[in-house]
């Protein structure tokens, strides 16, 4: 299961930093047009790499305080982007004859780049060692995090959807900015060129927050990995005057540029890495929901801050959809998503039962902690 979560994390910043990449190239671009959009790519994602694995080293709370205001401007652009799409929504974009266009096999393949909308957010829970009451600010932050993101995500789709003027436009898998393109087919009038490009550099917030929140959750799950014996044990050192992971933080940076270098030569990078991580989440999913029932029936007495709603139906549902979800990567994704995947496995699983498994530490705050609920069990048994 931490393997699957940090494999998710993992392939979510790298498919985020060629993102950003590319996203720095279409500004650039409107700038200097003769621009080399691979090179260009390439530099941007490269640059962002370098300026948030120093920011994540520099300190959490810096980190943070940096992330919540590029939050507040992502938020500004959505708001913005909502705005300025008003005057181009026609209700009949969304009723379309026939309702779905392309049935539901349309609906099944939407599936995969659905649940990027949702991806990363279980991360918030990466936070507890430096959260002050994570038995009460965690659970809220989740809560409080994805209805806000529903909200955001509704809206988005509605405005993007209803003010394009060809919903076949707007999707096209090579319109890499949509809300872009959407944005200046109602504004076509070149007078208003200065507030479409207002609302291309603000929207770069959402990019800038994306990537630095996954950089973060990738280098502490490593970090935690790392320290209790799964991945190697540099990884669980801690910069020791700014207490932050800086070991997992530089190497996972490096190998997320090698992505960034390998995007110039295979354009199907990105595309690749986000699938990948969906994959990796959905089983993080699942085995995430096994373990929480199965400690629920060994360990009944626990103390246990907080408590699943509606449990064991949630779980039980929230196991059926991922492997409903899963299926259908199986499906229909491309063979390249479905190796990298079981080749991450297979590394992980080799890797552990090769060398990890002997010599996991005990003084590790997980490790421990699993200790401790089975000394109970063992000496009632």
């Excluded at 205001?69 to 181009?88: D, E, H, Q, S």
């Excluded at 986000?274 to 699942?286: F, G, K, Q, R, S």
Aim: some cysteine; charged content about 10%; glycine content about 8%.
């Amino acid at each position: 299961m931490g393997w699957s979560m940090f494999l998710e994390c993992l392939f979510a910043t790298i498919g985020t930093g060629i993102a950003t990449g590319a996203y720095l190239f279409f500004l650039l671009h409107l700038f200097f047009p003769g621009l080399d959009e691979g090179i260009a790519t390439a530099a941007g994602g490269l640059f962002t790499v370098a300026t948030f694995a120093g920011l994540q080293c520099w300190g959490a709370k810096q980190q943070a305080k940096i992330m919540e205001w590029m939050t507040y401007g992502a938020i500004v652009g959505l708001v913005w982007f909502w705005t300025a799409a008003w005057p181009g929504v026609r209700i009949e974009r969304i009723f379309t004859t026939p309702t779905l266009p392309n049935g539901w096999m349309g609906v099944i393949q939407a599936i995969p780049f659905a649940i990027w909308w949702l991806v990363i957010i279980e991360s918030v829970a990466l936070a507890a060692e430096e959260a002050h009451e994570p038995h009460h600010s965690l659970p809220r932050g989740l809560l409080l995090a994805q209805l806000t993101l529903i909200v955001l995500v509704v809206l988005t789709w509605f405005f993007a959807s209803a003010a394009g003027v060809d919903w076949r436009v707007t999707g096209k898998e090579e319109n890499l900015f949509p809300l872009a393109s959407v944005y200046q087919e109602v504004w076509p009038d070149a007078a208003h060129r200065p507030h479409v490009l207002g609302f291309s550099v603000i929207a770069l917030c959402g990019m800038i927050a994306s990537y630095n929140g996954m950089i973060f959750a990738v280098s502490r799950q490593s970090y935690s990995l790392g320290r209790a014996g799964y991945l190697p044990a540099f990884l669980g050192r801690l910069h020791k005057s700014r207490r932050t992971p800086a070991v997992s933080i530089l190497v996972w940076s490096g190998v997320i540029c090698g992505f960034v270098v390998w995007n110039y030569f295979n354009k199907d990078a990105v595309s690749i890495a986000v699938l990948t991580c969906n994959l990796a989440a959905l089983v993080w999913y699942v085995l995430a929901m096994v373990c929480l029932i199965i400690l629920r029936r060994k360990e009944p007495n626990m103390h246990r801050p907080y408590r699943v709603p509606l449990f064991p139906l949630i779980p039980v549902a929230v196991i059926a959809m991922s492997l409903v979800a899963a299926v259908i990567y199986g499906w229909m994704q491309k063979p390249a998503v479905l190796w990298l995947t079981l080749s991450m496995y297979g590394l992980g699983l080799a890797w552990y039962y090769g060398w990890a498994r002997t010599r996991l530490s005990q003084e590790a705050p997980e490790e421990a902690t699993a200790r401790i609920q089975e000394e109970p069990s063992s000496r009632s048994s």
